[in-house]
Every structure is written in C-alpha cells, then in structure tokens.
C-alpha cells in the first residue's frame, strides 16, 4: 500500500453536526425536531418519492414529534436554481427543513435553506463562501446511495439564465444539522438508479484517494469506500431488497465517499462531467460512471502507487511476476468490468455521434466551469489531454 501521507501537519476535517447511520436511523428525525421545538417542517423531496410513499417514514417520524410537515416535492433531476427558489419561498413559515430524496432534493433543500436566510438573490450565493449566515435547523435523509450530498457542504444546480449550465454553491453554512442514512430507504431503488449513484460514489471515492488535496483521514475513508462499492454494488443492482446487506453497504459506502471528498477535493471526472452531461441530459451519477475509467487510465502514469492501491480495492489479484505499473493499469480493467456488470455503457458514443470539434468544445466548458477540479487532478492536464480523454470514451473499452 502507498504511503497514506503527511501526519506531520494538521488538516482540517469539514462533517454535519451529527451523522446516524443504519437501519431506522430516521429515527433521529424526532430528537432532532423535538430538540429545537420544531412545531413545522418543510419537507423538500420529488414527486415520484411524494407520490410512492418513500417520504412517509421521515414523515411520520417528525409528526411523531408533534411536527405539522409541508411537503414540497417540486424537486427534479439535475435541480435548477428555479426550484431552489421556489421551495425558498416556503421556508420562512417553518421551523425545520427536511431534504429526503438524492442528490438532487438534499442540494435543493440544503440551497433553499440557505437562500431563505438571506435578501440576497439566488445567483450572488453561488460560488464559494458566499452563503452569508446560517440556515434554519436542517437535516438531510439520502434515499439514494451515491451523491453523499448528505454529509457535504456543496450543491449543484443547472442555471437556465446561462442555458442550464450548471453552477456550484460551496459553503459551511451548507452542512447539514443532521444527516440521518438509513439503508431501509433505498429498498426501492430501480437497478439503473442503483447503478449510477452507485457509481457516483465510487467516483468519488477513486477521485478523493488521488486528487492532490488528499490527507491521510480522506485516504482511508476513500479507499474503504472503493473496497465497499467493488464488493457490493453489483448484488445491491441485480438483487435489490433480496440483499439487504449489499444495500446497507452501498449506503455506508456512500456516505464515507461523501466525507471523503468533501474533505480533499475531487478531479477531472467531475470537470469533463459538465459538458458531457449538458450535451447528452446525463445524469451526474451516470455521466461519472462512464468516464471514469478512461480518466483512471489517463492518471494511472502519475500516481502507479496509489492506483495499484485501487487495483487491490477492486478486487484485483496480483500475478506472479507482474509489474507495478501492470498491477495499477488493472484498476482500470476492474472498473470496466464494473460497469459492464451493471449494464452501465463503457463508451459515450452510447449517448450521442461525437467528433472532435464537440471535444474542443467540451474541453472549453470543463475548464470554464470547472478547472479546479482539474488542478486538482494527479496528472496535469491542457485542453488538448481533455480531448484526447473524451476521444478515448468514445472509443470505450
């Protein structure tokens, strides 16, 4: 294993307030309600959770606490500032806010919160550390197991102002008062969602152990959320509620990933993400997922030891004789099989015709919106190494 880093420097550890994690961990609802006297909440989730009853355990566990619940299930996939503003306008009348949902209903209502607390308009909050005060009491309830939105301080959202490019709030202001992971709740996840979110996290994951801003806490959360991910996302995808285990790992994993790159930054992954998902209406998880690999493989040169690290994680074993170098290219291999047993493509020519002028283009969008991501990836990159990457994607495995 490589050396985890530096322990002769302090680093800064960025979490919620509290963390429950486990089956009825909903159940920290009601403290977390009663503890403030909380006589309302706004609950931010998705019509499609609103609609199929996945919102009524967090539901019934702030009523339990003689809470009166607005639900607000006007959050979409890929959340636009709009709706941001629009689940703001309520948050004054409550007390508490309640984000349950994935990524995009906990981003939602961690921005909502935020944008309540403030005359500032929406678009000025955006960026970093220009949240301005704290936000009302908020906890965040994942139904998903990816985003690790839970335990982050960061929401994405698409601004349709600029053509839906999407824009990034950081802030501490953002953490969660509670963030309450319950495995229960992802028993419905259909096998795409599992999927992709599953693959959100391993991304996360893989980025946090290699990006430069790595530290030796984030190291040994990320490499332990990689090992989860390789050992259980395929049976949480194919078996569902039949592997109640796979699932409550996929969710510890998630949330460890989380914590991980909340605290050490990520890579180009997350940079090339943002033209490929725009261009093709990709979701994030989805849009990580396939990328991933051909961003491993560009990065194996710059960091052999780390990605050999990875290689293990995933379940690789090494051969008599075999090279370092050899060992860390299998991370790649690992990752590709990965994909390939979730149904998940290992091309982006599965989503669209390509050729390299939309890459010259990419490459433009991924460094205009994203380009600390990409200074903080192992191995340098210029715009021509974007196209080169995205050139590979096409031509998948």
Known sequence: ?????????????????????????????????ADRDADSALLVTDEHLSTTGVVDGPRARLEAAGVDVTVYDGVAPEPKLSMVEASAELVADHDVVVGVGGGSSMDTAKFAAALAATDRPVRELLGMDNVPN????LALVPTTAGTGSEVTH?????????????????????????????????????????????????????????????????????????????????????????????????????????????????????????????????GHGLANGVLLPHVMRYNVPAEVDRFADLAAALGAERRPGESERAFAERSVEATFDLLEDVDVPTSIAAFDDFDRGAFADFADVAFEHSEHNIERNPRAMDREDVIDVFEAAVAGR
Not at 21 to 29: E, K, N, V
């Open 134 to 137: 704290p936000t009302k009491p």
């Open 154 to 282: 960061i929401g994405v959202f698409a601004d349709e102002r600029a053509g839906g490019v999407k824009k990034v709030v950081f802030s501490p202001h953002l953490f969660a008062d509670l963030a309450a992971v319950d495995p229960d709740l992802t028993a419905t996840l259909p096998p795409g969602v599992a999927a992709a979110t599953g693959l959100d996290a391993l991304t996360h994951a893989v980025e946090s152990y290699v990006t430069l801003l790595r530290t030796p806490y984030t190291d040994t959360l990320a490499l332990r959320a990689v090992e989860l991910v390789a050992e259980n996302l395929r049976p949480a995808v194919t078996q569902g509620t039949a592997n109640d285990a796979a699932r409550a790992n996929m969710s510890l994993a998630a949330t460890l990933a989380g914590q991980a790159f909340v605290n050490s930054g990520l890579g180009a992954v997350h940079a090339l993400t943002y033209p490929l998902g725009m261009e093709c209406d990709l």
């Open 1 to 33: 294993m490589s050396d985890i880093g530096s322990l002769d420097t302090s680093h800064a550890i960025r979490s919620p307030a509290h963390v429950e994690y486990g089956s009825g961990a909903i159940d920290a609802l009601e403290p977390f309600a």
